[in-house]
């Protein structure tokens, strides 16, 4: 008689999560194009930038049909409205920077920007699965995937920096794919006790984490810095935690009292949160708390991935347990790449905001704050704080240094070994090995 699996008994897989195996979290192949009832949509997302130079976005949204959203059937229709009513939004609301902005969003674009929100699960601002995962198509359709061959679908001020802001983000994305793909390979092993299979999945993530950095660093040739700072960021930046918008926005025809979300920001890339559970990482309560409620703003499948991964038995327990110098080493070694990575996204985040900051302070206090050096225009609210609203420095560098903490010591010659792809010589690994016997090698 055939016997069927329950589900603790199933191999962890990544296929419930809409995970791909080509793109990881990325979007395959999305729309660029809505039905041509949403027509009146896509002309405005589509010119978003221009209209917002010509101070004319939120009268041309203004103007806009109230339209139905139960047209919208697929989950890339559904996406794609969703980047375009977002964008519009943040045009919407930005449009004359931190001294004029508003306290409603119209019920034209508050009533299906909501509705498309619920049917996905994300909040009704710009998120990085909007901006990002969704926003991309190869301009050769057979070329490859690199910055020359991809175009985002639709931009927001900032020229070339904003395209190459989301396109290098979407690159790191890219670069995680292995990672991705090799976590059930680490849940499985950890659960048949598949020590040898564990050492080759981690050897894999911590290879992607260092493609993943080599892939950040491409920012600093596509974005000019004072673009970012001066232009960009405030595009990205929501009404939560935000000093320019106290209150927070009414979406009107939702209800009256208004309602507060963060902006756009990576931390809503559901890969670091997936290494940091898988890995153990447990961070303070202030960080913890918004690195948490940044999941709310992921797609909910890929929010479940997450949730599902902290809830697999402790993979640091396995690697304490086994007491392999290779598994230890391989453990150890995503420990440092995802260190690095966070070490070389601080570097980031100081020559695109803290340096930038410095300089029109500087210019401010001269009296020299003219609207022709691009850092001038950036708003003073958000100086201190992330498009998250996060106190930028203090938070990076906890969260870097919580990641520290799951380390586990091993010995020099061990982490050789690994980093050479040395095999081990002897594979019979089980379950139950102690410490006291790891220290007699
Ligand atoms: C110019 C480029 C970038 C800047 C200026 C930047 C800025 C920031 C800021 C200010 C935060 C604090 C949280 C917030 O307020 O939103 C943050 C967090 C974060 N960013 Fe970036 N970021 C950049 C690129 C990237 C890229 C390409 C990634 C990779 C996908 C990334 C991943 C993260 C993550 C994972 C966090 C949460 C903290 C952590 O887990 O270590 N960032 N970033």
Not at 50 to 77: A, C, D, G, Q, V
Not at 79 to 84: D, I
Not at 409 to 438: E, F, I, V
Request: aromatic residues 8%.
């Amino acid at each position: 008689m055939a016997t069927t699996l329950t589900d603790s008994q199933k191999p962890f897989s990544l296929d419930p999560y809409h995970v791909s195996d080509v793109f990881g979290f990325i979007l395959p192949a999305p729309l660029t194009e809505l039905p041509p009832y949403y027509q009146p949509w896509m002309d405005i997302a589509q010119h978003v930038t221009e209209l917002i130079y010509s101070h004319t976005l939120r009268s041309h949204i203004l103007k806009m049909p109230l339209l139905n959203t139960r047209f919208l059937e697929s989950h890339r229709e559904l996406r794609l409205a969703h980047l375009a009513l977002s964008v519009m939004t943040m045009g919407y609301v930005w449009q004359e920077g931190e001294n004029d902005t508003v306290k409603i969003l119209p019920r034209n674009l508050a009533v299906p920007y909501w509705k498309v929100s619920q049917r996905l699960g994300l909040p009704p601002i710009l998120t990085h699965a909007d901006a990002v995962l969704a926003n991309w198509k190869k301009r050769d359709p057979h070329g490859p995937f690199d910055m020359e061959n991809l175009e985002l679908l639709v931009t927001l001020p900032g020229g070339d920096s904003v395209r190459g802001f989301f396109m290098v983000t979407l690159l790191v994305e890219l670069a995680a794919v292995p990672a991705i793909k090799s976590i059930p390979l680490v849940i499985n092993g950890v659960q048949c006790g598949d020590a040898e299979t564990v050492t080759r999945a981690l050897e894999e993530i911590s290879q992607a984490m260092e493609g993943m950095t080599d892939a950040l660093k491409l920012m600093h040739a596509y974005v000019k810095p004072d673009v970012f700072y001066g232009i960009i960021r405030i595009y990205l930046s929501g009404w939560k935690d935000n000093s320019s918008m106290p209150a927070g926005l009414v979406y009107e025809g939702i209800q009256a009292e208004p309602m507060e979300y963060s902006g756009g920001s990576a931390a809503q890339s559901s890969l670091l949160h997936c290494f940091d559970e898988l890995l153990g990482v447990k961070h303070e309560e202030n960080c913890g708390a918004f690195l948490t409620r940044m999941r709310n703003y992921m797609p909910s499948s890929h929010k479940h991935l997450i949730q599902d991964i902290s809830l697999q038995p402790s993979l640091r327990g396995f690697v304490q347990q086994e007491a392999s110098e290779l598994l230890t080493a391989a453990f150890q070694l995503c420990v440092t790449k995802l260190m690095a990575l966070r070490s070389y996204h601080i570097n980031v985040v100081s020559c695109f905001i803290t340096i930038p900051a410095a300089r029109a302070r500087q210019l401010r206090r001269q009296g020299n704050s003219s609207q022709e050096e691009t850092v001038s225009r950036a708003p003073t609210a958000l100086e201190e704080t992330g498009t998250g609203g996060s106190g930028i420095m203090s938070f990076l560098k906890t969260v870097r240094d919580r990641t520290r903490d799951v380390s586990l010591p091993l010995d020099n010659r061990a982490m050789q070994k690994s980093t050479n792809g040395a095999q081990p010589q002897n594979t019979q690994y089980t379950t139950h090995q102690t410490h006291l016997q790891s220290n007699t090698f």
